[in-house]
């Protein structure tokens, strides 16, 4: 949805009044009988080889074209302990440009290897033995025997077979990442010498069009994607599929869901923060699991760009995305070079990034991102508010992420496994965000990723049928909506010199503890946030918390708890509630809450050092928090403090000389001084 609009503008004041939510997409528009424009230019699969990247002609062009990265692609070939995916396709590629028996032999060997350990079943990567033994089968297509041919197909059908019910969920990489790719990609290498293969193919066609595109939609809209970081994950190689597709038959998959492909590569750039890290890769925020340190998943981020940038290539906002992604003109990692060789097209328009816009929101996800400008000192800034698709996702809703030369306030916790005590009763759980506790002491949690939960964080609930909290498709959703339609973002609006979001969270925790959670944070650029919060609990006796992570411990300093990381600097004004508690936990007190110690059993990258809890220190049924935060340089030892005034009817904030004006009753609104 577009941001909305004010409803009145007043003498320099602008005051935004929030509806009621967005609306959700209507069942007609998530689960089309039919996708337009999917197989309009359906034409037969060509019998020639190689065919599923490109005729022989066309991949020697390139490689005229592209001489820099394909002799890093010919450099990989002579490397040892490449992994598979890179040394194969590697291997393959130059095999057919060069015409070369030997290497084709090569990366034969290694798929016929992973024939002959037999079928793999279930939560494991068969997915991509089958794709990469796919662009083996047609790279080097004239020098299989014919028995080697006969095994592969075998082997692709065998696994086929067996699989036949896994990755149900298409809210889940499992169905994306771990299965249809690589079965679609083999099918369209045999697709003549492989009596499933039209099968396997009509199978994936199906089940996209009747229940992935629509989630695609439905969780996708705007770009992200709810499971958070998987997207990273998983979505290149779909991507990679979704060529094969439209060079081998002419489908467009992106067809059936324009809300989601038209839409990712803006969001896939707003989802990295500033600063250009290891290796020259951008990070990737962390949403739910995964994704603190470096790794693949910062190449396919940007070869997944990449793809989408040349199919749209005439449409200005992809142009901006390529400036963005001509930053860093090379991966990473220098075995994915045949990442640069096949998608980094330096033919496309570059866009004005200077100029782009600054905020975007993944309506369906319900993720906002903002920064202060494009440079890579900019601060930066997610919100999320999601509705419960899958199990990747944690119990965060009305979470934030503050970056300024360097995380800030972070995401707590460590992915150290699925299930574990750790990730069952503190990274995954509300207590690791910087979001709001309500702590009814008689609050009961079920297994959760079926790891036991004996900790009461005083979170958000996990009332879901299943463990992971895993929905199948939109239909189910929508069928039971009520168990995983948890918060909406109720306005965002974003008028250059500030941004307002709004959200009601309060379907997140459970029915009989609150009566209402709204949160409205409006951030004046570049560098300040003003966070208002309204919480109604049932019981006056339950204890409210407003949390914060902070990647170092908070040092008092006036006023102000400073917190200093790296080049960054993040100042903490706590204005409401009037009478209060502060309290840190750091070191071994970190994991500890409820009486009991939850720590990790491996570190698995940068996480918060301090967790900040700002407690009333009167129960009642109602309470505000109100805090202001400021991100400057390291360097800055000292800034301006922000003034409030409580009047009958607002809650107003003079700061930096701008007037905030929240309303303390009703409807989420505020009013914002522009002069």
């Known amino acids: 949805m577009e941001p909305q609009a004010p409803d009145r503008r007043d003498k320099g004041m602008e005051t935004l009044r929030c509806p009621a939510a967005f609306p959700v997409l209507a069942l007609a528009l998530v689960l089309p009988a039919a996708a337009a424009g999917f197989d309009a230019g359906r034409r037969p699969v060509p019998s020639m080889h190689p065919r599923l990247l490109g005729t022989l002609d066309e991949l020697r062009e390139l490689a005229k074209q592209r001489p820099e990265a394909y002799g890093r692609v010919k450099a990989v070939c002579d490397e040892k302990d490449v992994p598979d995916h890179q040394r194969l396709i590697s291997l393959a590629l130059v095999s057919a440009i060069e015409d070369d028996a030997g ?252 100029d782009f816009r600054l905020s975007h929101h993944s309506t369906g996800a319900g993720h906002i991102h903002a920064r202060s400008d494009w440079s890579d000192e900019a601060t930066y800034f997610f919100f999320k508010a999601s509705d419960r698709f899958t199990s990747h996702q944690h119990l965060d809703a009305g979470h934030f992420l503050i970056h300024h030369r360097g995380e800030l306030a972070g995401d707590g916790g460590h992915y150290d496994a699925f299930g574990s005590a750790h990730d069952v009763n503190y990274h995954l759980r509300t207590i690791a965000h910087n979001t709001i506790l309500v702590r009814d002491p008689d609050e009961t949690w079920p297994a959760i990723r079926g790891g036991e939960v004996t900790g009461n964080d005083g979170g958000q609930h996990h009332a879901f049928p299943h463990h992971n909290g895993a929905v199948d498709d939109p ?139 700002i407690l009333p220190a009167e129960p009642a049924r109602e309470h505000r928090f109100l805090n202001v935060l400021h991100a400057t340089g390291a360097g800055v030892d000292k800034i301006d403090a922000a003034v409030l005034h409580l009047d009958e009817n607002h809650a107003n904030v003079t700061v930096n000389g701008r007037r905030v004006a929240f309303a303390l009753d009703g409807a989420p609104s505020v009013s914002i001084e522009t002069r």
Not at 247 to 259: K, N, Q, V
Not at 314 to 329: C, F, I, K, L, R
Not at 592 to 599: A, I, L, N, V
Request: hydrophobic share 40%; net charge negative; with cysteine.
């Open 103 to 354: 290497l084709a032999r090569a990366a034969i060997g290694i798929v016929n290897a992973c024939v002959d350990n037999g079928v793999r079943r279930g939560h494991v990567p068969f997915g991509h033995d089958l794709a990469l033994g796919g662009f083996v089968f047609d790279l080097c297509h004239r020098h299989w025997t014919v028995a080697e041919r006969e095994a592969f197909v075998a082997h692709l059908n065998a696994t086929a077979e067996a699989n036949e019910d896994y990755g149900a969920s298409v809210f889940h990489n499992g169905w994306w990442g771990y299965k249809n790719w690589g079965l679609g990609v083999a099918a369209y290498a045999t697709f003549h010498e492989n009596e499933k293969a039209r099968a396997i193919l009509a199978t994936i066609e199906r089940d996209y069009l009747a229940r992935a595109a629509p989630a695609l939609q439905l969780a996708g809209a705007g770009g992200g994607w709810a499971e958070g970081y998987y997207i990273h994950y998983f979505l290149y190689e779909w991507l990679l599929f979704c060529e094969v597709a439209r060079r081998s038959e002419g489908l467009d998959y992106h067809a059936p869901a324009p809300e989601f492909y038209r839409k990712r590569a803006v969001a896939s750039m707003f989802e990295m923060y500033p600063g250009i890290g290891d290796y020259n890769s951008r990070r990737p925020v962390p949403m739910g699991d995964g994704g603190l340190v470096f790794g693949g998943d910062r190449d396919k981020a940007l070869a997944a760009r990449r793809i989408l940038v040349n199919r749209h290539r005439d449409d200005p906002d992809h142009q901006a995305v390529h400036a963005y992604n001509e930053q860093t003109p090379r991966c990473s990692v220098g075995v994915n070079a045949y990442k640069d060789f096949l998608w980094r097209d330096a033919s496309v328009p570059v866009g004005d990034l200077g």
């Open 475 to 613: 239909r189910q959703w929508l069928e039971q909506r009520r168990l995983y339609d948890l918060a909406d973002i109720l306005d965002f609006t974003d008028e250059g010199t500030y941004l307002h979001v709004a959200a009601d969270l309060t379907r997140a925790y459970a029915a009989g503890k609150l009566e209402r959670f709204t949160r409205q944070i409006v951030y004046l650029r570049p560098s300040t946030f003003v966070i208002f919060d309204r919480i109604i609990a049932v019981d006056p006796a339950f204890q409210k918390s407003w949390v914060l992570h902070t990647m170092a411990e908070p040092v008092r300093s006036g006023e102000y708890l400073v917190v200093t990381h790296g080049e960054g600097r993040l100042f903490l004004q706590a204005l409401l509630p009037e009478k209060s508690e502060i309290r840190i936990h750091s070191g071994d007190d970190l994991y500890r809450y409820d009486g009991s110690h939850f720590p990790s059993s491996r570190d698995t990258g940068p996480v918060p050092k301090a967790r900040l809890h």
